[in-house]
């Protein structure tokens, strides 16, 4: 699972942002891997 945040004005820290540019400090995402055999996150 791969989870995306924007920032407070609602910008993302990525690549295809085309509105702006995000804060700097903010990293906006995370990611857990599932289990493959039992399809657990």
Same mark, same amino acid.
């Given at each position: 699972? +791969?989870?995306?945040? *924007?920032? %407070?004005?609602?910008?993302?820290? &990525?690549? &295809?942002? %085309?509105? /702006?540019? *995000? !804060?700097?400090? @903010?990293?906006?995402? =995370?990611r &857990?891997? =599932? !289990?493959? !055999?039992? /399809? +657990? @996150?």
């Amino acid at each position: 699972i +791969e989870i995306w945040q *924007a920032d %407070t004005d609602g910008y993302y820290n &990525s690549p &295809s942002e %085309t509105r /702006g540019k *995000a !804060d700097p400090n @903010f990293i906006g995402w =995370g990611r &857990s891997p =599932g !289990d493959m !055999d039992t /399809g +657990e @996150f």
